[in-house]
């Protein structure tokens, strides 16, 4: 088993006592494919950065064997590139009514050494699903499986008054009951094209929303906050025009997360065929975008300067910016501010 635990003073992943800062992908291309260059497939997404890889399978009680069966091959071969998963509990983490499903499900996995961390309900507020029985599988979770962090990551729209009314702006108070049915808080939140994602009037259409939206889980929530970014998503599929960040834009997105207390970034879309070309679709994944823009981003992101900033705590100075759009953290590395 490889114990997982959150830093409750700078919100950094602890893995085995070492801080982490996640770099995932939502979800990764398959085990055992290649990359167009021959590479195994996780040994490439590895090699530039890439440390966790999103399972979401939704469980159900008919035919859960084979489901573990399945999800067992990819926990098996994530350790070999030093990656960890980061397994979803769709199905069963609403509430208790699937108790004997999910202890099934923990106790097949929580001593394996590829288990990252457990994703609990998928944007609850939006979904308008009760907090508190997300709070009360956290609570079992945690007497389960004491050793992995539980993430809960919300959309950035505001639930309407009835699952039938539409959207709203997102909320600190939207959001903050979640804040008790999990170790991270994060947000969902693809900025391109311009205003479609955020949800509510008046919205913010620059990608600088993605800052935005991080700061109010930020402020919902004591927790440690991961954010995840947009490789593509509904909105940039067929008939929409199929349109991603250029690189440009996803190193603002980033930064722009990290800025307002990202202590993890995911990044999400990599899988969906309606964004890949024909080669993309015949290998699995993305891979067009991954060597356009994804991987010169992670490379940037995980290299041994920006990784020790990352990891930093907040720094006590004050800094102040001579301009109202600067966005700014501080943070104290070896013993300097920067």
Not at 173 to 191: E, Q
Request: charge should be negative; include cysteine.
């Amino acid at each position: 088993m490889t114990a997982s635990t959150i830093d409750p003073t700078t919100g950094n992943l602890l893995v085995e006592g070492r801080a982490v800062f996640p770099l995932g992908l939502s979800d990764p291309p398959p085990a055992g494919s290649k990359a167009p260059n021959g590479r195994d497939a996780w040994a490439e997404i590895a090699s530039a950065g890439v440390n966790f890889a999103r399972n979401y399978t939704v469980w159900k009680k008919v035919g859960l064997d084979e489901q573990l069966a399945t999800v067992a091959q990819e926990l098996d071969a994530a350790p070999a590139h030093g990656l960890q998963l980061w397994l979803g509990l769709a199905g069963v983490d609403d509430d208790l009514s699937q108790e004997a499903e999910l202890d099934r499900i923990v106790d097949t996995f929580k001593g394996h050494p590829g288990l990252g961390a457990w994703k609990g309900v998928d944007e609850p507020a939006h979904g308008h699903v009760p907090a508190a029985g997300c709070v009360a599988v956290y609570h079992h979770l945690k007497e389960v499986d004491p050793h992995h962090p539980v993430v809960i990551i919300e959309a950035p729209r505001g639930p309407g008054p009835t699952r039938q009314s539409a959207d709203t702006r997102l909320t600190v108070a939207a959001v903050k009951p979640y804040a008790a049915a999990c170790d991270v808080h994060g947000v969902d939140i693809y900025p391109i094209p311009p205003g479609a994602h955020a949800g509510g009037s008046p919205v913010n259409t620059d990608i600088s929303v993605v800052g935005d939206m991080t700061t109010i889980i930020a402020e919902a929530s004591t927790k440690a906050i991961w954010t995840t970014l947009q490789i593509a998503w509904t909105g940039t599929l067929p008939p929409h025009p199929v349109v991603f960040p250029t690189l440009p834009q996803a190193r603002f997105m980033a930064y722009d997360a990290i800025i307002a207390g990202a202590r993890g970034l995911l990044f999400f879309g990599g899988h969906l065929q309606g964004a890949m070309n024909a080669a993309d679709r015949a290998r699995g994944w993305n891979w067009t975008y991954w060597d356009d823009v994804q991987r010169a981003l992670l490379v940037e992101l995980s290299d041994a300067e920006h990784r020790r900033a990352l990891l930093a705590p907040h720094a006590k100075a004050t800094i102040t910016a001579d301009a109202v759009d600067i966005a700014h953290s501080a943070r104290t590395a070896g013993g300097f501010s920067t």
